[in-house]
């Protein structure tokens, strides 16, 4: 069981938009910043979304992130075939001292 | 460019040990703190341990506490993970990682095996 809580799965057609959402709380992401990883088939997961809303540098703007309160959200716009992948939400976890991952959410752009 | 290159998976019976490692280039390696994440077949990550960048600080998952270690050598741009008393359910891929602020990653390596099984 997660810390933090993610749709195991997605779908939706090319061009749309999807939101992958992850939730948590007070200790985790209610108190501090989150992180989001996408995870092609077959290799190693990549920073897609750091502190919440940013991008790192090659990050298309069709992906971008928010948070409100105890929960964060990933935007996907104009969704491609090459989208599908497993997206994961991370933050750290004060009543753990450590990092925690939310249970990752299989995209399908059917 | 940022290079993480992880090495030492294999199969090991369960009760044994293992010492993974993760060699860096491309970026000033004693300025970065390093986490450890796996991914056992099929399921999600699981972060592991997170040591900073000059060893004074070392965090770990409690399913792997008081059984691995992280350790770092600055001299050799390199990241340890120690793993003792291994169980069937410390089968995953490993993954070393660059951390950035205590609490993401931005870098990571293509990850190594370990399979624990008799």
């Known amino acids: 069981q997660s810390v933090l809580t993610q749709p195991p799965s997605l779908s939706a057609a090319p061009g749309q938009k999807v939101t992958v959402s992850c939730s948590g709380s007070?200790?985790?992401?209610?108190?501090?910043?989150v992180s989001w990883y996408q995870q092609l088939p077959g290799t190693a997961p990549k920073l897609l979304i750091y502190?919440?809303?940013k991008r790192p540098s090659g990050i298309p703007d069709r992906f971008s992130g928010s948070k409100s309160g105890t929960s964060a959200s990933l935007d996907i716009t104009g969704l491609q075939t090459g989208d599908e992948a497993d997206y994961y939400c991370?933050?750290?976890?004060?009543?753990?001292?450590?990092?925690?991952f939310g249970g990752g959410t299989k995209l399908t752009v059917l | 460019q940022v290079q993480l290159v992880e090495s030492g998976g294999g199969v090991v019976q369960p009760g044994r040990s293992l010492r993974l490692s993760c060699e860096a280039s491309?970026?000033?390696?004693?300025?970065?703190?390093m986490h450890w994440v796996r991914q056992a077949p099929g399921k999600g990550l699981e972060w592991v341990a997170l040591?900073?960048?000059?060893?004074?600080?070392?965090y770990y998952a409690d399913s792997v506490k008081g059984r691995f270690t992280i350790s770092r050598d600055n001299s050799n741009n390199t990241v340890s993970l120690q793993m003792n008393s291994l169980r069937a359910e410390d089968t995953a891929v490993y993954y070393c990682?660059?951390?950035?602020?205590?609490?993401?990653?931005?870098?990571w390596g293509q990850g190594t095996l370990v399979t624990v099984s008799s």
């Open positions: 990682a660059r951390d950035r602020s205590g609490d993401y990653a931005d870098y």
């Open positions: 491309g970026f000033n390696f004693s300025k970065y703190g």
């Open positions: 040591i900073w960048f000059d060893g004074s600080n070392k």
């Open positions: 007070s200790s985790n992401i209610g108190n501090h910043h």
């Open positions: 502190e919440s809303n």
């Open positions: 991370g933050t750290w976890e004060s009543s753990l001292s450590a990092v925690v």
